[in-house]
């Protein structure tokens, strides 16, 4: 009954309309929009009729028909709703997202109808950090689920759980298969260092270098190469080596220097240590050779010290390579040019120079011109009367003025005088006045036998 009413109410409404209405209704329901809408009346019901039901059902295989997509019911939409969500369990560690940073807890997306939330004790924070110090909004991080839901409906997650067992899995697996893993030195405690590599990591003293180790403290902060060398995840322990993959570095660098080099060789090494008779030097992986003292300088050096110090950079000549010894004898003196090639051209016999008393024996004293060339004044040329004793006259540091008397280049030796040059007095010419020789103190020294007498044997050559 309602429905002929109001089918015939609607017929008579749609005679009364003019040509344009009514075509514009059917444009209206061409495209599928009710031109008119009827509003259901009250007691009618929300379930369709028979006949209704019939017509949808075909007006749907009619759709299917012509290749158009059925509108999903809101039942099918909410089972895609709820498949687009991650199933998760306590204990699982799954990717999340950060969406948020907060002083006291972060959020994570992992794909759940909730966002997670971390709180600060779960961040695995050292002392000092904050949470906006170890992540950052949009950074994926590895998260270990503690509860699927909290008095506050979020998912309870942990960092520090997901870490800690990331990083056993990670040890595990470098022990067995000796791997080298890197990690920070966070602390210097008694025996040792301790390191982050995902839980607390201890390094013995004994292996942290190759050699002892006197401050550790210059360790804390740099990352350190490491090999695992105990693991016991029941005590939460861990021990590793610095010293291991430092000796291993070691060989394999020792047996490609005694390969690579060769005696008469120039290389560039570093100087590691200093000692009373010379200095070690690191020529390439920790392969040190010998510098002796007496291959530091053409001259006579005092201390090695003197000509080198820790951690310089130098050039040095191989002298000689022993594989079996496993020793390296380096030069720097090779390296400098040799002052005595042009020693007669810069010191001509009669050329009056300045130099530096070295050392005094008992024969004379030795002076230095130029670094790689000292000179010998003996003991009757340090001045113009008798010297009983070097010393007497002359002492080591004291800069005096020579004269060359002789130069021998070959035998790396030249003769200096400390006297005043004395004019030729021609050959047999007897006697003379002679200036008296005086001491520093203006008494005349005693007068030997030789000297009165130290024309004699020309006198006999004349004759």
Not at 10 to 25: I, S
């Amino acid at each position: 009954m309602i429905e002929r009413q109001d089918g015939g109410a609607f017929e008579t409404e749609v005679a009364a309309m003019d040509e344009e209405q009514k075509q514009d209704l059917g444009q209206d329901a061409g495209t599928g929009e009710a031109g008119l809408h009827r509003e259901p009346e009250a007691g009618a019901g929300s379930e369709p009729s028979a006949g209704e039901a019939a017509e949808a059902a075909g007006a749907a295989e009619e759709s299917a028909a012509d290749g158009e997509t059925p509108v999903d019911s809101p039942s099918d939409k909410m089972a895609e709703y709820d498949a687009s969500f991650v199933t998760l369990e306590p204990g699982q560690i799954v990717k999340g997202k950060v969406v948020q940073v907060g002083d006291g807890e972060v959020m994570v997306d992992v794909g759940y109808k909730f966002e997670g939330r971390i709180p600060l004790y779960e961040l695995g924070l050292r002392s000092g950090q904050t949470p906006h110090d170890v992540v950052s909004v949009g950074d994926e991080i590895d998260v270990f689920v503690l509860k699927i839901e909290d008095a506050e409906g979020n998912v309870l997650l942990s960092k520090r759980r997901a870490d800690s067992r990331m990083a056993w899995q990670r040890l595990e697996r470098a022990m067995a298969n000796g791997e080298v893993i890197e990690a920070p030195v966070i602390e210097r405690v008694k025996g040792g260092l301790l390191v982050d590599v995902g839980v607390r990591g201890f390094i013995p003293a004994s292996h942290v270098g190759r050699n002892y180790v006197e401050n550790l403290e210059e360790y804390v902060g740099q990352t350190l190469r490491l090999k695992v060398i105990e693991l016991d995840r029941q005590r939460n322990n861990v021990v590793l080596s610095h010293k291991q993959v430092l000796e291993e570095e070691y060989e394999r660098a020792k047996a490609e220097a005694f390969a690579k080099l060769k005696e008469g060789t120039i290389v560039t090494g570093v100087v590691r240590r200093i000692t009373d008779f010379g200095a070690f030097v690191d020529v390439g992986g920790g392969v040190e050779g010998l510098l002796h003292v007496s291959e530091m300088a053409w001259s006579r050096v005092a201390h090695p010290s003197d000509v080198v110090k820790e951690g310089q950079t130098i050039e040095v000549m191989v002298l000689k390579v022993d594989p079996e010894s496993e020793r390296i004898s380096l030069s720097l003196r090779e390296t400098l040019p040799d002052p005595w090639l042009a020693a007669a051209e810069r010191y001509p016999v009669g050329a009056t120079v300045q130099g530096t008393v070295t050392r005094v024996v008992d024969f004379g004293a030795f002076v230095k011109l130029e670094d790689g060339i000292e000179g010998l004044v003996h003991i009757s040329q340090l001045a113009d009367y008798h010297v009983n004793d070097p010393a007497e006259v002359v002492r080591p540091g004291d800069e005096v003025e020579v004269r060359v008397v002789s130069v021998d280049p070959e035998r790396r030796r030249i003769g200096l005088s400390m006297r005043s040059p004395q004019p030729e007095r021609p050959r047999g010419r007897r006697g003379g006045s002679r200036p008296e020789p005086r001491t520093t103190s203006g008494e005349a020294p005693p007068v030997t036998l030789g000297e009165v007498f130290e024309d004699l044997g020309n006198l006999f050559k004349d004759q």
